[in-house]
């Protein structure tokens, strides 16, 4: 007995928000979708290109229509641009919108100065548009906004969802958790938490702010056609972890762990990352809420990710390799990590994909398109450093 | 035994800005200021002025030389515009940046999205090209960064100076507080502070930064000549609450108190605070060290605030009267507050003005002026509303 929500996707071209909404028409919702493709142009500014080749927009649509007889509306627009998304909510007053627009490389992000402000004024903007448009012409609608778990650090303590319980010179309050976030990116979205805390304060509105892992994957139930491929990245600036060991092996070459990799953090695939926004957006929290969710499945150290690749590498009969470089970040390496996440499990989400079998689509899917990993393989190894801007001169 | 120290002024011709100048220079530091006005232009956008009638820079400067014989150097420039920010690191490399060049109105950051983003944008910017700047052309700067105790809100439990001892499901950690202001302003000093506790992370960077009480008063010790008057605010966007409340007074109007009147913040004369501005950087923290100071004297309610004003006022023969009008702002009008400010005192820091002296200064001062306050008594009454955006259709 599923109610058809109407779902407005900022950035609908991205890694998520394209598999994001695939997942909602094939669950019989309406979608409509945001973007100026200003991703496709960052990841080109640093000489890459996603993997798996991806259709423009206008013929992803179109697949869309043959294969699944489902239709996605699009508008092309910019979301730092207020008018913009003042009449994205004003024409479609949608039952929820997910906000997967904003820059999401942490390593962009630390480029030079340029990078870092381009990143945390266009994230920022976005999101006060988005609140603002909400106020103005569409209170009702449900705002599901991507934080990332990244924003908490690696605290010596247990991690909440957002909000916990403090006891200070003998007095008590619930307040939010202290952020340490560890890029000018990550901060970004700190700073966004405290504006979407405060503009459901000040204004009533209902939001979910998703302290999301790290995702991994090529593949939804989804994508069942070269033509609908999300992107899925890998050079050194716009590829995650354990998408970057995938490819690294891939193309021979050792999977490139930071420092001594001990670094742990909460991981979860494209798959069931789809699923909890499905979840959350599908179960709206109370009216005026603001709800935070940690949305991962299970917490890993780089290292044990680079082993796992390592395992399903060598039955494929791949020859994979692991060497420490220099840590470009700074960032603890050995250090406690016990975020909570039960909120999602508590609305329904049950994890749906193994790591190893994950990574064996991972690995097939890379292979298939070895020649487009070989023509960016020097995009691969790690430029950006968080101690060293590139270019300060810039 | 003063080491005279070469301090940069980002802000020189605002509120505090301008005094703090006059400050260091008497104590012989080596001042150069920087500014590009903008808030002459945004108090003019509101319809407003200062009640002290303030001279154009180049002026100021000369009435500075005239009368103390001291030089300050004047550079006018954007700290949005990073050229400008690095050039001015490179050409004096000082010992100290006194970063007192954001946008500072609680109000005017609420007007409209416009002005939200407006407010957040140049803030975070200003800040980033700072830092940047720092670690590019003068890493031994120390950067003293303004912030506001408006940063964390009220809690119900005491405030510490920046970080507090935290136990959580029985472990321990040393974590920021955390942070709950009270509109996209004090949203962006937040912000910023994440921002400063990151860049010293990253880079070892020395910074202090203050977060400082509501500032009022219309002289210093240097304050000595009309030519050398500092602004000060009155309006509904730019006048803090005791400077407004002794404008209102001189006019005959009833002090506006909103709501209850329950709200309870820490204040600081504007003597007071360039003492602790100049104590900070006279005393900069450990090399590589960031340092959070809690900088006000003592805390009030808004009423018990009004109530001084009203006293104050009767012995002069004024005619005061205190109104609560429907409360513009979201925030409690009864709450804890206990906020800790030790560090300063251990640096040397003692107040030297009482409240009811300091009101009794700025009254005699407002009287002089009563035709500016005249001219502008319609911007006095609050229209922008927390609530209610100004002009959504901007």
Same mark, same amino acid.
């Given at each position: ?33 945001? /973007? ?6 960052? !990841? *080109?500014?640093? @000489?890459?290109?996603?993997?798996? =080749?991806?259709?423009? &927009? ?99 303590? /247990? ?6 319980? !403090? *006891?200070?010179? @003998?007095?008590?309050?619930?307040? =939010?958790?202290?952020? &340490? ?214």
């Amino acid at each position: 007995m599923l109610i058809e929500l109407r779902v407005v996707i900022g950035g609908i071209d991205g890694y998520i928000g394209w598999a994001l909404a695939l997942h909602l028409v094939s669950r019989g919702h309406n979608v409509i979708g945001v /973007d100026n493709f200003v991703t496709r142009r960052r !990841v *080109e500014e640093v @000489g890459s290109w996603s993997a798996t =080749p991806i259709l423009d &927009m206008y013929e992803r649509l179109k697949a869309v229509e043959e294969l699944t007889g489902q239709r996605i509306e699009f508008v092309e627009g910019d979301l730092t641009d207020y008018a913009v998304v003042r009449g994205v909510f004003n024409k479609y007053k949608p039952d929820a919108f997910v906000h997967l627009g904003e820059q999401r490389s942490a390593p962009y992000s630390m480029i030079d100065v340029h990078h870092a402000v381009e990143t945390q004024v266009s994230n920022i903007t976005s999101s006060l548009n988005i609140v603002y448009a909400m106020k103005d012409v569409s209170p009702h609608t449900h705002l599901v906004k991507m934080g990332t778990m990244g924003e908490y650090g690696t605290p010596n303590i /247990d991690i909440p969802e957002g909000f916990f319980e !403090v *006891e200070y010179n @003998g007095r008590r309050d619930y307040l =939010p958790f202290p952020r &340490m976030a560890g890029s000018w990116y990550h901060w970004s979205k700190v700073h966004d938490s405290g504006n979407m805390m405060f503009a459901n304060k000040i204004w009533g509105l209902t939001i979910t702010d998703v302290m999301q892992g790290v995702v991994y994957g090529t593949r939804t139930d989804e994508i069942v056609d070269e033509r609908l491929h999300t992107r899925f990245d890998f050079d050194e600036v716009w590829g995650t972890a354990l998408n970057r060991f995938c490819v690294e092996t891939v193309l021979g070459l050792p999977m490139t762990v930071y420092g001594r990799g001990g670094q742990t953090r909460g991981f979860i695939s494209l798959t069931d990352s789809v699923q909890c926004l499905r979840i959350a957006i599908e179960n709206p929290p109370d009216k005026s809420e603001y709800r935070v969710l940690n949305q991962f499945d299970e917490a890993y150290s780089v290292i044990e990710l680079a082993k796992k690749v390592y395992e399903v590498a060598k039955r494929k009969g791949l020859e994979p390799a692991i060497a420490n470089v220099p840590n470009p970040r700074v960032e603890a390496e050995q250090h406690y990590y016990n975020p909570i996440h039960e909120k999602l499990k508590r609305l329904g989400y049950k994890r749906t994909r193994m790591l190893e079998d994950e990574l064996s689509i991972i690995l097939d899917d890379l292979v298939k398109y070895r020649d487009r990993l070989e023509a960016k393989r020097e995009v691969i190894f790690p430029r950006t450093d968080w101690r060293k801007p590139r270019n300060p001169l810039h």
